[in-house]
């Protein structure tokens, strides 16, 4: 409870907090519910995993039925609620949270849960709603990925409840969604992701000199062991999965170049784009008529050569000699 109180601001609504727990033990909806008009009382992600049942064949068959009843229409806006949850849980720093997240936020469901919505939710929506509700599912999860995986990942204190951990294997295929060229015109972004790259490979330089924390509380709560663990499990995974990655051109690029710089500010100057520049079309040059004049002479040469032709001429003139 002090989880979902925490995170929905329910502190001092103790109807919805019953709410909560009687759907937990008993399944039993809100008595006011109407699905119409407030289908979000409790976000998707929480509705599966505070179900007893999480078995793939329940949460599968949880989605479909509310598919079902509301259709893509009714239900974007609370998968994509879910889904931007998942990953703001995955990156939430949590110094000041009033629970103990040594067991993870979803207590152990956090890879399940992961699995569920990367790899199995899409192709529920494309059976039961549809293609034109799939790909727009597609393109709201890939802007949810664009604007806030890995944010404060590494930066600031990085969580416990291991979400970014399960989560890193899709945050780094994000990067392939984007082209390089991208970054030709963005050149802020650019530098943003060569020195998350830097930081990456260089975490322990990086982790001895934390960004400043201003809370005597919070400084102690971010060298705290199990802290200072979950980070270096997390820089790992980055690392290996950096790795072992077929990354795009660019990419790999930068962090190679990132693994042999002494500073950023070395890697920044290294990181030259790879790609080229597309060749420019030749321009059309107008013929002059001494060129024409050539080109025409030599199109009537070709022509006396056409061996048809020869042979028509002389049959042309055979029948004159007949008549």
């Not at 549809?130 to 930066?155: A, C, H, P």
Request: with cysteine; charged share 30%; net charge negative.
């Amino acid at each position: 409870m002090p989880r979902i109180a925490f995170n929905f601001n329910l502190h001092e609504k103790s109807k919805a907090l019953q709410e909560y727990k009687d759907f937990y033990l008993h399944q039993k909806e809100q008595e006011d519910y109407e699905p119409e008009y407030d289908l979000d009382w409790m976000p998707v992600v929480l509705r599966l995993w505070l179900h007893p049942n999480h078995s793939l064949d329940n949460w599968v068959a949880i989605l479909r039925s509310m598919f079902n009843v509301h259709g893509w229409d009714g239900m974007e806006g609370t998968v994509q609620s879910s889904f931007g949850f998942l990953i703001d849980v995955g990156s939430h720093n949590y110094t000041d949270y009033p629970a103990d997240l040594t067991d993870g936020y979803f207590m152990g469901a956090e890879q399940k849960l992961v699995d569920f919505f990367v790899n199995h939710l899409g192709e529920i929506i494309k059976t039961e709603c549809g293609e034109e509700s799939y790909q727009s599912f597609l393109q709201q999860k890939e802007k949810k990925w664009r604007t806030n995986s890995g944010r404060d990942w590494i930066n600031k204190t990085i969580n416990i409840n291991r979400v970014c951990c399960f989560l890193i294997p899709q945050y780094v295929r994000q990067f392939h969604q984007i082209d390089e060229s991208f970054y030709t015109h963005n050149k802020h972004k650019k530098i943003r992701v060569i020195e998350y790259l830097y930081n990456i490979c260089h975490y322990n330089e990086f982790c001895a000199n934390p960004p400043e924390i201003e809370h005597d509380v919070t400084r102690e709560i971010h060298n705290r062991p199990d802290r200072v663990q979950a980070r270096q499990e997390f820089i790992d995974q980055l690392y290996h999965e950096l790795e072992t990655q077929e990354l795009a051109d660019y990419l790999a690029h930068w962090w190679q170049i990132t693994k042999t710089s002494r500073s950023l500010t070395e890697a920044q100057k290294r990181a030259e784009p790879v790609f080229k520049e597309p060749e420019p079309e030749p321009a059309e040059i107008p013929e002059t008529p001494k060129e024409r004049m050539l080109r025409e002479r030599a199109e009537r040469e070709t022509q006396k050569s056409d061996p048809r032709k020869a042979r028509r001429k002389a049959r042309r003139k055979a029948k004159r000699k007949l008549v």
